[in-house]
């Protein structure tokens, strides 16, 4: 059974880091595309960033620079280093794994508020 688990989210102020990290059970996780989206209250669910089995990332222009998505495949986790956080940054974030069949966590709440 394949599971995703995400944590790291929570309460910051703007200006303020996260790191967010995804642990996945029940796949082959060196050879899946990692990815991390992102869901606002009202708002469709939208990319933030991804790491291929190659480690090659892309990432939304709303976070490039201020965001960083890395990988430990000995660990079967991806992380998400958030810094210099904005409200604007504030949804429920999830983590996916893609190879064919895309498979995803349940989420983690950040709330970036002063």
């Known amino acids: 059974q394949v599971q995703l688990v995400e944590s790291g989210g929570g309460l910051v102020q703007p200006g303020e880091s996260l790191r967010l990290s995804c642990a996945a059970s029940?796949?082959?996780?060196?050879?899946?595309?990692m990815g991390w989206y992102r869901q606002a209250l009202g708002k469709e669910r939208e990319l933030v960033a991804v790491i291929t089995d190659h480690s090659t990332t892309n990432y939304a222009n709303s976070v490039k620079g201020r965001f960083t998505i890395s990988r430990d495949n000995a660990k079967n986790t991806v992380y998400l280093q958030m810094n210099s956080l904005k409200p604007e940054d504030t949804a429920v974030y999830y983590c996916?794994?893609?190879?064919?069949?895309?498979?995803w966590g349940q989420g983690t709440q950040v709330t970036v508020s002063s």
């Open positions: 029940g796949i082959i996780f060196g050879i899946y595309t």
């Open positions: 996916n794994a893609i190879r064919g069949h895309t498979y």
